[in-house]
């Protein structure tokens, strides 16, 4: 559910109408709601409520980490799952407590680990041995003790998009399932390192929950062997992935309470304090990209709408063929078929194909919806596009939380070599 309905004809974000923050800032901009942020935040604490433990949340700030989304998101009570020292540094900046944090991914490097143990984070989740000797080394430089999990590979099918699935035994992800044995043994004999854990993340979007239910009883078994053979395993981390909705036309993915229900079932006995990283489940109905219509030019079969975002913007329908809807800002009330595209260069800047859609013209507003999500973060500045503003909206207030980035400083971040800065000078 979301807060972006007509009003009077006119789409809303909460209490704001969109047309009122596109004169005053311009398109393309992203819109949050910090309402529908929230609504996210307790559906999903309410759908883990009935495990025995209290989970820690921690928000996958790969996919939005906005600071004034990573500060709403701090404030409802979530933690955050980074995988790089800048989105560490950004989520202590919003307000999110160090003892809240997971660090995650394949190459952290000596420098991200020595930050990290310095902001005394929750816990490392470790993707291979060589990492776990790294980290070991870094920490007992600094005379400190690591608290680390491994995350596994179950190799499950996730049933995903290939370049969103992260669970099979063929992607770069966490150590093998076959391994896990080896390199908690390994981490258990290197000094600076507290193994504590076990983590798993097969994937995003998934709209089943058999592949998750599959991937979270291997780990049980796995927590089990590994407590058999004297590893003491205190938290379980079950990742992210859980699908939202983008497609009205299909079925809607796995509710938060089915997959708290599923949750609950799994871990029953597990006796572990769990750890979930849910990122598009948080902000992807939470936001939409607004965009303007600059001309539409006719094609061979179906107009082409040619918008003033592209696919700097927003990248998922060019690389994953992502299907975002599109809606009309202030529809005419009928419809047709088109085809949706940016300013960009490169045939991939199509947003959608042959779409069914509220007839647009020049000048109308557009919305990409369910943007929220892996939007803004991923945007780039190709064809010297500057990066989008942000904007967020709260009740019948609205800011805008990131800037749109002046021309100027995309080049003023160049610097001539001293033998063409001469030779202009
Ligand atoms: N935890 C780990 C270790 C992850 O790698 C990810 C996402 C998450 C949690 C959060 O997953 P979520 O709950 O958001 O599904 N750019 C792609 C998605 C890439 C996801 C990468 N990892 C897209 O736009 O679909």
């Known amino acids: 559910m979301d807060h972006f309905d007509l009003r009077d004809g006119v789409m809303h974000v909460?209490?704001?109408?969109?047309?009122?923050?596109?004169?005053?800032?311009?398109?393309?901009?992203?819109?949050?709601s910090t309402a529908t942020m929230e609504r996210h935040v307790r559906v999903f604490r309410e759908a883990l409520a009935a495990l025995p433990q209290?989970?820690?949340?921690?928000?996958?700030v790969k996919a939005n980490?906005?600071?004034a989304v990573l500060a709403t998101l701090a404030r409802a009570g979530l933690g955050a799952d980074v995988v790089s020292a800048g989105e560490l540094l950004r989520a202590i900046h919003a307000g999110v407590s160090p003892d809240r944090i997971v660090f995650s991914g394949v190459g952290k490097t000596a420098d991200e680990m020595t930050l990290a143990l310095r902001h005394g984070i929750f816990q490392f989740n470790l993707e291979s041995e060589p990492e776990a000797e790294m980290l070991s080394e870094v920490a007992t430089g600094l005379g400190m003790v690591a608290p680390v999990a491994f995350r596994i590979n179950p190799d499950v099918d996730a049933g995903t998009h290939a370049k969103i699935s992260t669970g099979k035994s063929e992607n770069k992800f966490g150590v093998a399932y076959d391994r896990a044995h080896a390199a908690y043994t390994l981490a258990r004999n290197l000094p600076g390192l507290k193994v504590r854990?076990?983590?798993?993340h097969i994937g995003s979007q998934l709209t089943d929950l058999g592949?998750?239910?599959?991937?979270?009883?291997?780990?049980?078994?796995?927590?089990?062997?590994?407590?058999?053979?004297?590893?003491?395993?205190?938290?379980a981390d079950l990742g992210g992935g859980l699908g939202v909705p983008y497609d009205p036309a299909l079925p809607v993915p796995p509710l938060p309470a089915a997959y708290g229900e599923m949750v609950a079932r799994i871990t029953a006995g597990w006796n572990t304090r769990l750890v979930f990283e849910p990122g598009r489940l948080i902000v992807a109905n939470a936001g939409v990209l607004l965009t303007r219509v600059i001309r539409v030019k006719q094609g061979v079969n179906e107009p082409f709408v040619v918008v003033d975002a592209a696919m700097n913007d927003l990248m998922?329908?060019?690389?994953?063929?992502?299907?975002?809807?599109?809606?009309?800002?202030q529809p005419h009330g009928d419809r047709f078929v088109a085809n949706v595209v940016g300013p960009v260069c490169e045939s991939g800047d199509t947003f959608a194909m042959h779409r069914h859609m509220d007839r647009a013209a020049p000048d109308d507003l557009l919305a990409f919806m369910t943007a929220g999500a892996y939007g803004a973060t991923m945007a780039g500045t190709y064809?010297?596009?500057?990066?989008?503003?942000?904007?967020?909206?709260?009740g019948n207030k609205w800011s805008v939380v990131r800037a749109r980035q002046p021309i100027e400083a995309l080049i003023a971040a160049d610097n001539l070599p001293p033998w063409l800065a001469t030779e202009t000078a």
């Open 383 to 394: 064809n010297s596009r500057p990066l989008t503003p942000e904007v967020m909206v709260s």
């Open 211 to 235: 592949p998750l239910e599959a991937a979270f009883g291997k780990i049980g078994t796995l927590i089990d062997s590994l407590r058999r053979a004297g590893h003491a395993i205190e938290v």
């Open 65 to 67: 980490p906005n600071a």
């Open 197 to 200: 854990g076990v983590a798993v």
């Open 316 to 329: 998922r329908p060019s690389l994953y063929d992502a299907w975002h809807d599109i809606r009309a800002v």
């Open 14 to 32: 909460e209490d704001v109408a969109l047309p009122e923050i596109a004169a005053a800032v311009g398109t393309p901009v992203y819109v949050y």
């Open 54 to 60: 209290p989970p820690l949340v921690a928000f996958a």
